[in-house]
Nanobody, 117 residues
Framework: QVQLVESGGGLAQPGGSLRLSCFAS????????MGWYRQTPGKQREFVAN???????FYQDSVKGRFIITRDRARDAVFLQMNSLKPEDTGTYYC???????????WGQGIQVTVSS
């Protein structure tokens, strides 16, 4: 089992920045990738960014050039630096961890990000 705890959301103005943090605990040695997803009311959860253990991070097209995902494997953590925020970035952001061996996925509790003037 893996437990994930997010922090750092809140309110930002359009064009502003926020930084999300997520720390994992439990069976963290089994994690192969960590990433961020978001969900808005009435919509399915969507992929935002992912940082695998091997290879380069990858992003949803709408956040490329604005968001940066980083991993700190020594701390079992993943971060999402969100710049040039837009109102459409508003949503509940979830940290996710993926274990390839059995294709299991774990989620944090979600954290609200609101972009509004």
């Amino acid at each position: 089992q893996v437990q994930l705890v997010e922090s750092g959301g809140g309110l930002a103005q359009p064009g502003g920045s926020l930084r999300l943090s997520c720390f994992a605990s439990g069976a963290t040695l089994n994690i192969n990738a960590m990433g961020w997803y978001r969900q808005t009311p009435g919509k399915q959860r969507e992929f935002v960014a992912n940082a695998p253990n091997a290879g380069s991070p990858f992003y949803q097209d709408s956040v490329k050039g604005r968001f940066i995902i980083t991993r700190d494997r020594a701390r079992d953590a993943v971060f999402l630096q969100m710049n040039s925020l837009k109102p459409e970035d508003t949503g509940t952001y979830y940290c996710g961890a993926h274990i390839f061996r059995d294709d299991s996925r774990y989620w944090g509790q979600g954290i609200q990000v609101t972009v509004s003037s």
